[in-house]
């Protein structure tokens, strides 16, 4: 029996893991585990008949056996042994029970339900019996984990289409299933859980919530794994979640790891595991099939195939723990635990989204700074819906849920369901409700906020969401006990939380009690539940005010302060309330409610409030509503007239039940027609949207083209809808009206600008000027912004694909390969956009595609694309700040003569803002070395990619003469020395002698130029010196170790000299698990034994150079002396250019079928790297002693070292060569105490004299 725990015990929270555990949890930081591969692919193998299935035990039993494949354990567990035994041997380091159907549910099948416990149980016994021999024996620790399957049923899906609200199978029947299963797997002696393939996530969520009860009163805790099953490439499982929101479902049980197995093979899932990665601070499992089933359900990918298709995964540091699902076998898991031997694992990400608050419904919902204020729809409430109340109570719950669908149109982020009424049983109500919202996708995107003062009607609905929903509410009116018990029932159910401000006293009406409770509140739940902070919801009650009570009178404000204080004393919680509290003594007087309520919330949000049950899209922008009434209102809410009650009520009666908050009249229609688009937007109000347009387009005069009335007054509508909705004067729902606004006046005048395009004379061979790809990345719905873009660019004769909205990455990169796009567009208004434009970004990169990106949308900027999105990209990622300024940018991408130059003038631009940005980083935060090595780079040196040897190892003295070189020259450094730098786009070399303010000036120096060098050439004033060398090395840690070049094999004996690396700490911005890269990253780890090798150079053209300065000196001719100067720097880098090309094609040879001419190495398109010390990527100036020692420099060339480690001849170059094709030019930046201490014992040097040398690069 597993250890079982006193019953004092069952409340205490698992703080750390002990014995097996641990060491599974150190495994898991240290190396990539492999779990094992297919049973069901095994036992197909031994060719079983129904005989073999029942055994002596079961040969009477009434049904067919064949198949159940579980009941082997009881019936051949010779075979079921030989099989855990095959997968250890192969290299598994862990292997699963037999059990993947051995729950109650799925046995029914074969009328074997009462064998559930021991199923499991003595499937784990055989399992763990394998592993313990298989650990006395090799002495390898392995761990066994007891499989839990999804079960045949599904708690999210009718199985009748005619009753869609039907379920075969209650949440409290697969917890009793789950409950038995496991309590088998544990006694068994199971170390792990694994809760596998799961396609319906709310059936997880009941084995989860099994588990998690068994580990709160009977058994000790385990780890817990757990993978569900993307069905396709829409990226979604089978009851419709995305693999983020799954993640967010099911992270409450705290998993150790979290990830994919089934249903898809390896590469197909990638893109789904990397998503799952970045969502979760556990560690991440994949497991895939042999690919994809053939056309007869069989698995035709090899066990190279396999490993190969993972090998990218744990390279990428996407992975901790790999293996196989459908049709692997032991020969594929040792090709797997092959690959992956050699790589380290992923590092999870510590708070990958922050302070978020993170909810789910089919889709992720994050509520954190950047969401502004979260519309929670109110119209699903029997006691605030009277519609709503009717429709229920005669049962038309289709109806009813039009009701549903058509507030998550107009914008609601969270769906509240209340079905309290005394008529009703809430119970069946909310249950029926929910099933069928869980049909409704376009409903059950969004999550549900279960909302009852009766708590059985929470378990129910609780009961009936996969996703992450929360709770309204539970409260300390019946004491502590009772609020400790609800709180834990719905942590296990992993929903969030709204807390009312209420205690046993009564209602906090009063700011301080308001804080006093719910600080109470959250130390409870924080410290005694272990509720995660950003789970809580505090509603410090919104009362009424204008009661005509004094006592009344402050209750907006106490809100307001309150929320202020309960954000600071409750760190991470969230600030909820019902909004028409506010005014229900006005009720029936809409005019006024609706400017209260407006009034109102555009003060609680600048204080905090995060989100509300409000009927946003009735509420009046603040900045329109009657200015008389926006007085009364603001007086009232601050209780500023002891008479504002009845003034206010005064002005009501007045304006009678049925007027308008906001000043309604017709005069605006009086206006020209581009203040009355502009007012149509800001309203939204479509029903004059395509008359207006239509009296725009004939004014010809001011509007040429259909286009000029998109670029104008609708632009400039949207630019000021834009800024209400950032001020907080405008909310989602109005912002929504306004986009329909746009689209109808757009959808009228595309069909003239369609007929315009058609119209041109363009000849039909080159009908279009490029190809443009445009996508609304996935995640987000809003597309207003990208298809003005579309009509634009199509009115400027490009071929626009619009791909639509939500569109995962695979699809868009896909398609754009598909139509040979010349330009990618992406699109978002939402923050989570930006994440994901960042992810495509990279999946460009890796994909090696060199396509140009626009990025635009609402939330992006060219700050975050230049320090987040162009970071990941090798190609141009350009931001377009509005629909006008696509045509200009991409014209200027896809102009083949000005194309590089527009490139690396926004390469400079970028730059600058990176610059800036981190510069005025106050709090900079950096990672361990520890945490720094353990996200390093990880490089593959075996098959294509094995470091090729050199054509020699040792010493080589370089000759060049000096006319060779010029066609290396790169001229605008030349230029920059000079101080004349042209604009775009005559910014290089030759098109700056086109520049009007220094053209003319740079024609004459470089003229002046060419003269001096052929002077110096004809007369060899300066002489060329230059030296090679190549040594094999390995990897250790953070160095280079150096070897004679006679040790050129293994085992290698001393190293001769070592070069020391320094690895980037400061913490990364553009995506949490990128590498943190040191030199040494790029050779071969000394444990790989596999030949690695550095080259080494030092080339000079500076001899000479100094008496001919000199010369010009003595002769008062300054000019000359420093054009010497800046043309031997010039023919140095050249003579560095040069050589490092010939080691590529022939001293090295590593790249030998290269074709570049001299432009395109100035710009580094070839594979490898001349790093130098004293830059970027090896900032230590020391270095350079052991470069010279080895390359012996000075007396082969006559180039030396000062003092302070500065070359002379000035114009002198020197490098480290690396070869690896993952090697790249990046820069150390600061670095930390821990670091530098670290680096002063590997050089032997004292701390004091590093901290001299890396001055600048100290972050202390």
């Not at 070399?989 to 520049?995: Q, R, V």
Request: hydrophobic share 40%; with cysteine.
């Amino acid at each position: 029996m597993a250890p079982q725990l006193k019953n004092e015990e069952c409340t205490i929270r698992h703080t750390g893991w002990t014995g097996k555990a641990k060491n599974l949890e150190n495994a898991l930081s240290e190396r990539i585990l492999v779990i094992d591969g297919a049973m069901g692919t095994m036992i197909q193998q031994y060719r079983l008949e129904e005989s073999d299935y029942r055994g002596e035990e079961f040969k009477d039993h009434d049904k067919n056996l064949q198949g159940n494949n579980d009941l082997l354990s009881i019936t051949q567990p010779k075979i079921i042994a030989e099989i855990h035994q095959k997968y250890f041997e192969s290299g598994a380091d862990i292997i699963e029970t037999n059990t993947f159907s051995a729950t109650w549910v799925a046995q029914s099948d074969y009328g074997l339900e009462s064998l559930a416990y021991r199923l499991n149980y003595d499937s784990a016994k055989i399992a763990k019996k394998v592993a313990e021999d298989f650990e006395k024996r090799t002495g390898k620790t392995k761990w066994v984990a007891g499989a839990l399957g999804p079960t045949n049923r599904t708690l999210s899906i009718s199985p009748s289409v005619e009753r869609p609200d039907f379920r075969n199978i209650t949440f409290d029947e697969l917890v009793s299933a789950y409950r038995e299963q496991t309590k088998g797997l544990l006694d068994g002696g199971v170390d792990l859980l694994l809760v596998e393939t799961i396609f319906d996530t709310a059936n997880a969520k009941a084995a989860l919530f099994a588990i998690q009860s068994l580990f709160e009163g009977e058994y000790q805790p385990v780890p817990l794994f757990i993978s569900g099953t993307i069905v396709d490439r829409s990226g979604r499982t089978l009851s419709g979640q995305t693999g983020e929101a799954f993640v967010i479902s099911v992270s409450h049980a705290n998993p150790m790891c979290i990830g994919l197995n089934c249903a898809l093979g390896a590469v197909e899932m990638r893109p789904f595991i990397e998503a799952i990665g970045k969502a979760t601070t556990a560690k991440v499992i994949c497991y895939p099939n042999a690919g994809l089933p053939n056309t007869f359900g069989g698995y035709d990918e090899t066990p190279e195939i396999t490993g190969e298709n993972l090998r990218g995964f744990a390279e990428d540091c996407l992975v901790n723990v790999v293996g196989g699902c459908c049709g692997t076998t032991p020969d594929h898991i040792r090709q797997i635990a092959h690959v992956v031997s050699q790589y380290r694992p992923r590092v999870p990400p510590e708070s990958p989204f922050g302070d978020a608050t993170l909810l789910s419904g089919l889709e992720p919902f994050r509520i954190d700074k950047t969401s502004r204020f979260v519309n929670i729809g109110e119209r699903c409430n029997v006691a605030g819906s009277r519609l709503f109340a009717r429709l229920i109570k005669e049962g038309n719950y289709e109806r009813a849920l039009q009701i549903a669908k058509t507030q998550v149109e107009n914008g609601a982020q969270v769906i509240d369901v209340n079905m309290d009424e005394g008529m009703l049983d809430g119970v069946a109500a909310m249950t029926r409700f929910l099933n069928l919202i869980s049909s409704e996708p376009d409903i059950s995107k969004v999550p549900i906020c279960i909302d009852s003062s009766n708590f059985s009607v929470i378990e129910a609905g609780l009961k009936c969401c996969q996703g992450k929903s929360i709770v309204n509410s539970i409260s300390l009116k019946e004491g502590e006990q009772d609020f400790l018990q609800k709180a834990r029932y719905v942590k296990k159910h992993g929903a969030a939380v709204v807390v009312m401000a209420f205690d046993e006293v009564g209602q906090a009406a009063d700011t301080e009690r308001k804080v006093e409770i719910c600080k109470r509140s959250y130390d409870i739940l924080v410290e005694k539940v272990g509720f995660n902070p950003k789970d809580i919801i505090f509603d410090p009650n919104i009362l009424t005010i204008a009661t005509g009570m004094e006592e009344h009178n402050e209750y907006a404000i106490n809100f307001i302060e309150a929320t202020k204080r309960i954000k600071e004393v409750c760190p991470g919680c969230r600030i909820s309330g019902g909004v028409s509290n506010i005014s229900f003594s006005f009720r029936g007087m809409e005019a006024v409610r609706e400017a209260m309520h407006s009034v109102f919330l555009y003060h609680a949000i600048k204080a905090g409030m995060d989100m509300g049950i409000v009927n946003a899209g009735a509420l009046p922008v603040y900045d329109d509503i009657d200015p008389k009434l926006l007085k009364l209102a603001e007086d009232i809410m601050w209780n500023r007239d002891p008479n504002a009650t009845e003034k206010l009520l005064e002005y009501a009666q007045k304006h009678g039940k049925t007027a308008s908050a906001a000043v309604v009249t017709d005069e605006w229609r009086t206006r020209p027609v581009e203040e009355r688009l502009e007012h149509s937007l800001i309203k939204g109000i479509d029903k004059y949207a395509v008359e207006d347009a239509e009296e725009a387009r004939l004014q010809k005069d001011k509007y040429p083209r259909p286009l000029n009335i998109i670029e104008g007054p609708l632009m400039k509508g949207m630019g000021v809808v834009g800024d209400l909705f950032g001020a907080g004067k405008m909310f989602l729902p109005q912002v929504i009206k306004s986009a329909r606004v746009m689209k109808k006046a757009v959808a009228h005048l595309i069909p003239y600008m369609e007929a315009e395009r058609l119209a041109s004379d363009s000849p039909e061979g080159d009908m279009y000027n490029g190809t443009v790809l445009l996508a609304t990345v996935k995640g987000d719905v809003h597309d207003i912004g990208k298809n003005i873009v579309a009509v634009v660019l199509g009115c400027n004769n490009y071929r626009v694909i619009d791909i639509g909205v939500m569109v995962p990455c695979d699809n868009i990169l896909e398609k754009a390969i598909a139509v040979k796009a010349d330009v990618i567009g992406l699109s978002g208004l939402i923050t989570p956009s930006l994440d994901e434009m960042v992810h495509v970004a990279k999946e460009m990169e890796r994909l090696g595609l060199k396509v140009p990106l626009l990025i635009g949308g609402a939330t992006t900027s060219r700050a975050h694309t230049a320090v987040k999105i162009a970071p990941c990209y090798s190609a141009p990622v350009v931001h377009v700040l509005d629909a006008s300024k696509s045509v200009v940018v991409t014209s200027n991408l896809l102009d083949s003569s000005g194309r590089d130059d527009f490139f690396e003038d926004l390469l400079e631009d970028y730059a600058n803002i990176r610059q800036d940005h981190y510069a005025s980083l106050k709090d900079r935060r950096y990672l361990s070395l520890d945490q720094a090595r353990k996200r390093a780079l990880q490089c593959t040196f075996v098959n294509d990619l094995t470091p090729k040897r050199p054509e020699f190892l040792g010493i080589k003295v370089i000759s060049e003469n000096l006319e060779d070189l010029i066609p290396y020259i790169d001229w605008k450094p030349f230029f920059d020395t000079w101080q004349l730098r042209g604009k775009y786009p005559n910014r290089n070399y030759p098109k700056i002698f086109n520049d009007k303010t220094v053209g003319e000036e740079a024609k004459k120096l470089f003229d002046d130029a060419q003269e001096m060098l052929t002077k110096i050439i004809a007369e060899r004033l300066l002489e060329p010196k230059g030296v090679l060398a190549f040594y094999p090395c390995s990897r250790s840690g953070d160095d280079i170790l150096v070897y004679d070049p006679d040790e050129d094999y293994f085992p290698r004996g001393e190293s001769i000299a070592t070069f020391h690396g320094l690895r980037q700490q400061a913490e990364k911005d553009v995506a949490p698990d990128d590498p943190y890269l040191c030199i040494s990253d790029f050779i071969a780890p000394v444990e790989s034994e596999v030949n690695d090798y550095i080259g080494i150079f030092g080339v000079s053209c500076g001899f000479g150079a100094l008496e001919l300065s000199t010369k010009y000196e003595k002769e008062s001719d300054d000019y000359n002396s420093i054009l010497v100067k800046a043309l031997a720097d010039r023919l140095a880098e050249a003579f560095a250019e040069k050589l490092h090309r010939d080691v590529r094609l022939k001293h090295w040879g590593y790249s030998k079928n290269e074709d570049l001419n001299p432009a395109d190495l100035l710009k580094i398109k070839y594979q490898g790297i001349r790093p130098a010390p004293g830059y970027p990527s090896q900032p230590d100036h020391t270095e350079k002693l052991t470069m010279w020692r080895l390359m012996q420099a000075e007396p082969r060339t006559g180039i030396r070292l000062s003092e302070s480690l500065a070359m002379e001849p000035a114009a002198s170059v020197s490098g480290l060569y690396f070869s690896h094709p993952k090697s790249s030019y990046f820069a150390v930046g600061k670095i930390k105490k821990d670091q530098v201490i670290d680096y002063a014992t590997r050089k032997k040097m004292s701390v004091e004299d590093v901290e001299k040398w890396l001055s600048v690069c100290l972050a202390y």
